[in-house]
């Protein structure tokens, strides 16, 4: 089938700022960079704001999308849902934040929009199990979708502590960065390899999948211990390959997909 | 609930694509789209010893439709005879329905930029008649009904037929209504996920080479 990027970006964006905000909420246990919370928070708001706009370009009426509500059991509703309660934690967060209220309820808010941040991504590739596709039908599918998503999400969080939090202890976001890299290699690869890639291209995009969201950020989070000078560049870096092996992993999805039978021969 | 549907007796069939003409011609769908279709199975086996049908296909109107789970918005819906079928004005074009049809039987209408499928002509069943495809097909091999009448068309020619002809579509769990009749002396059924699956923008041939 046809690579889908209004899903491949929404799912990629929405992943990345669901992470990233479970990163802040982290940092109000742990009191690492206290001031990358608020201007994280917002990035973290501003990319699932993005990665949810970019779903609704794939529809031929938008016009028509507040019908979803109409089926609250189908998988577009679920990640509708979860992407509006991650936005609606992420600006209360920001407002105690702003209104210096109580870190206990501070805490509360954060982990309760890190869960649904958390869950986003693998409920985004959940929606995509069918029977009429055996190749997407596996819980390996959904499990690659979180956990590609996690090294997007803390390195695009070490990005912002790396401009506003300078001299900041990162050491324990290097380590995540350095385990999350490693399952997202594993989980990207157990998926594509138990569909099995069909061709040259979709094995291209294996490595770069496991190199780009895995291999790069468990690297640079190894660094991270021995160069904290180097944040910004090994955050950066992490980010952008991040990014592209969730894109990566995302359009193998796409391309791999062979159906029980299509009839009518119709490209999606 | 009702179970309409169509049943296909594909000993009598002849594929003279009538039906596919009358389905486009009543329902006005356009040219490269589809609500039944009729393909080429074969031929099969090695020469002199081969055989070939036909198959027409269109919406299973499956008792577990996967395509009215998937539909955030309804508009893949059965409605109060137990038919499924598309409310147009609901659809936001998620194709998502598409993705989840077992079979690639829902077509995109591209003027309206909306799915749509075969209704089983409810425009004319409601008024007493047959679907357009049933009235065309020159072999008497199409019937329509509620496969819950023992008095219905589809449930007197189901049980004339030898059990061991009586074929559905995969069922990957959706229970595909639409029952066909193929008997070995005519030709060996061929489930279509046993035909091996092409990609989807592949031409309909390898329905003709697989042997």
Same mark, same amino acid.
């Given at each position: 089938m046809e690579i889908q990027w209004s899903l491949v970006l929404f799912t990629a964006l929405t992943g990345m700022g669901g992470c990233m905000f479970a990163c802040v909420a982290v940092d109000e246990f742990l009191g690492r960079a206290k001031a990358a919370a608020f201007p994280a928070a917002v990035a973290a708001l501003a990319i699932a704001i993005v990665g949810g706009l970019a779903s609704v370009t794939h529809l031929s009426h938008p016009d028509r999308i507040m019908g979803a509500l109409s089926h609250p059991t189908s998988g577009i509703f679920t990640e509708a849902l979860l992407v509006g309660c991650l936005c609606v934690c992420v600006v209360v967060y920001l407002v105690l934040f702003k209104r210096e209220a109580g870190a206990g309820a501070r805490k509360a808010v954060a982990v309760i929009g890190a869960v649904f941040g958390v869950l986003l991504s693998f409920m985004a590739g959940e929606s995509y199990l069918m029977e009429a596709r055996p190749n997407w039908c596996s819980q390996l599918l &959904?499990? %690659?979708?979180?956990?590609?998503?996690? &090294?997007?999400?803390? *390195?695009?969080?070490?990005?912002?502590?790396?401009?506003?939090a300078k001299g900041a202890d990162v050491a324990p976001y290097g380590r995540a960065l350095l385990v999350g %890299?490693?399952?997202?290699a594993v989980g990207?690869? *157990?998926?594509?390899?138990? *569909? %099995?890639p069909a061709d040259g291209v979709q094995w291209a995009l294996l490595v770069v999948a496991v190199l780009g969201a895995g291999v790069v950020p468990a690297a640079c989070g190894a660094l991270l211990g021995k160069k904290p000078e180097s944040l910004m560049a090994m955050a950066g870096g992490?980010?952008?390959?991040?990014?592209? %092996?969730?894109?990566?992993?995302?359009?193998?999805?796409?391309?791999?997909?062979? &159906?029980?039978a299509n009839l009518f021969l119709n490209v999606l | 609930m009702s179970r309409n549907c169509l049943v296909v007796d594909l000993d009598k069939c002849i594929g003279c694509h009538a039906c596919e003409v009358a389905c486009k011609n009543e329902n006005g769908i356009a040219l490269g789209e589809y609500w039944n279709r009729v393909l080429q199975i074969g031929p099969h086996g090695t020469f002199p010893d081969l055989e070939q049908y036909w198959l027409p296909v269109q919406c299973q109107q499956c008792e577990d439709a996967p395509c009215v789970h998937v539909c955030p918005t309804g508009a893949s819906y059965r409605d109060a005879d137990g038919k499924v079928l598309v409310d147009k004005e609901k659809c936001i074009g998620c194709k998502y329905c598409m993705m989840a049809c077992p079979y690639g039987?829902?077509?995109?209408?591209a003027k309206e930029k909306a799915v749509e499928k075969c209704t089983l002509c409810g425009q004319l069943t409601s008024a007493g008649q047959e679907p357009a495809c049933v009235a065309a097909c020159c072999a008497n091999a199409r019937f329509y009904g509620d496969l819950d009448d023992p008095n219905s068309d589809v449930s007197k020619a189901v049980a004339a037929a030898d059990p061991a002809s009586l074929h559905t579509l995969h069922d990957a769990g959706n229970k595909p209504l639409t029952r066909y009749i193929l008997s070995d002396k005519i030709a060996t059924w061929h489930d279509v996920d046993a035909i091996k699956p092409a990609? !989807?923008?592949? !031409?309909? *041939?390898?329905?003709?080479?697989e042997a």
């Open positions: &959904p499990l %690659g979708y979180l956990l590609t998503a996690v &090294p997007e999400g803390i *390195a695009a969080y070490l990005v912002v502590v790396a401009a506003k %890299g490693v399952l997202a990207a690869a *157990a998926y594509v390899l138990w *569909a %099995g992490s980010l952008a390959c991040a990014f592209v %092996g969730a894109v990566s992993y995302r359009c193998i999805m796409w391309l791999i997909t062979v &159906p029980i | 039987v829902r077509s995109w209408n990609s !989807d923008a592949q !031409d309909a *041939a390898w329905f003709a080479k």
